[in-house]
Structures are given as C-alpha cells and as structure tokens.
C-alpha cells in the first residue's frame, strides 16, 4: 500500500513528508490549528441557542453537576459524575419506571453535542418507538461525566441509562460524541457494567447509522438484562 491509499483510509499524520529533519510549514501550521481546535472543543459550553431549541422539541429537563464551572469540571472529574439532591428534584416531573432514560451531557466536547445530536437523537426516538422501548425526556446536563446518567436513572427509575456525552477531542476529531448504555444503572455501577458506541461524527460512524445502532443494542441489553461485559461475552 503506497503513501496516497494510506493517506486516504486514515485521518492519522501519515506521509507528510519533511524539510531536512523538520516537518514542512503546511504541516506544522495544520497540526496547531487542530490542537487549537480541540483545546476548544474542551472548554466549549452548550449555547442558549442548543438547550433553548431541545427543551422546546423534547420537553427536556437541565441540570447542573457539582461542578461550579467549566474550569472546576475539568480539574477535578469526581464532581462532574454526581448531581446534588436539589438538582435531581428539577426532575420529579419526568416520566418513571421508563425501559430508557436518555441523557444528553456536554462532557469534554459541548461541540459534539450540538454537532449530532440534532441528527442522532430524531433517529434513536424513532427506533425506541419502533420496538416499543419507552423513554423518558431527554436531561440536559452542565459539566456532565460518563457517570451521571446513572445517578438520574436510578433517580427515575429507568432500566437503562443512556447518555450521549462529547468525547475528548483528539487531533483527527474535535467533535466526537459518544453512547453509553448501562442495564440497572445505580450506585452500584461500574465502568465494565457499561456498553459504549464511541466515534460518532461525521468523519467517523454517522449519526444516523449511530442512532439504528443504538436502538438494537438497547433492545438486546433489554432482552438479556444486562449490558458491559457480561453482554460482550455472550454476543
């Protein structure tokens, strides 16, 4: 395979060729705005705009993690996994004992939020309804880690906790959002009892593709009662 089929199957630096022992200007000037991109990606906050426009379709519920800032989140990750009691009470409204609870959290890219969601979340509604999975309203979530939809969850009583997080960007992706998906989610749960549709974006696994996808991994999980490893190991 020559340095052309490489390059064209791969977002990764590859052939980019070299002045002396330097890299060339164009390709040095490419990897900063890409770094810049994702240190963006990173401290990027859902607009008004985005909440505003979900809450009107969805009927969608916000909350804010322990976190008091964007900065606060990213030094110090425990407090972005858990909500206060006064926080959870803003959703004593929603629907429970739902088959899925969807959560929509910034995490570390508020950008890949609003990139796919609008694309993503349309399809996987459809789907859900399609196999006759209930779900509750989505909750929009400030400062949100992986962690936080199982405290809403279980605070609704859902099987199922869904949450649709930005990833950390990387420098081929500052816009890649991902799934994850956890049977009996609760105080008890653990990052193995989890199953993860990663890579979601345009350049990766489209949204749309993502979204059928998902819906067949929650009707599997709902079938079998579980999800994480122990799905991986008899699927």
């Known amino acids: 395979m020559d340095s052309k089929e490489l390059k064209e199957i791969s977002p990764a630096r590859l052939a980019v060729g070299r002045s002396g022992a330097r890299p060339l200007t ?16 990173v401290y990027s ?6 909440i505003r426009n979900l809450s009107a379709k969805e009927g969608s519920q916000t909350l804010t993690t322990l976190c008091t800032d964007r900065t606060d989140f990213i030094l110090n990750p425990p407090k ?4 206060s009691e006064a926080e959870l009470k803003k ?13 929509v959290s910034d995490g570390l890219s508020a950008a890949a939020v609003e990139a ?11 789907g859900l309804e ?7 309203a989505p909750v929009i979530v400030h400062y949100g880690r992986v962690a936080i939809a199982d405290q809403i ?12 997080i930005g990833e950390r960007p990387g420098l081929s992706s500052a816009t890649s959002l991902s799934a994850y998906i956890t049977y009996n989610p609760g105080p008890h749960t653990i990052s193995s009892d989890r199953t993860v549709v990663s890579n979601i974006h345009a350049a990766g696994t489209p949204p749309l593709e993502a979204g059928a996808y998902i819906v067949q991994l929650c009707k599997k999980i709902l079938d079998r ?3 994480g490893v122990k799905l991986q190991k008899i699927i």
């Open 153 to 164: 969850a279980h605070h609704v009583s859902a099987k199922i906790a869904l949450n649709l």
């Open 80 to 83: 972005g996994k858990k909500a």
């Open 45 to 50: 906050e859902l607009s008004e705009e985005f």
């Open 225 to 227: 009662k579980m999800s």
């Open 116 to 126: 796919n969601i609008p694309d993503l979340l349309p399809i996987l509604k459809d």
């Open 91 to 103: 959703l004593n409204g929603l629907t429970k004992n739902v088959d899925v609870q969807i959560v």
């Open 130 to 136: 399609l196999e006759n999975i209930s779900f509750g």
């Open 26 to 41: 164009k390709t040095v000037l490419q990897f900063r705005a890409d770094h810049a991109r994702a240190r963006d990606a």
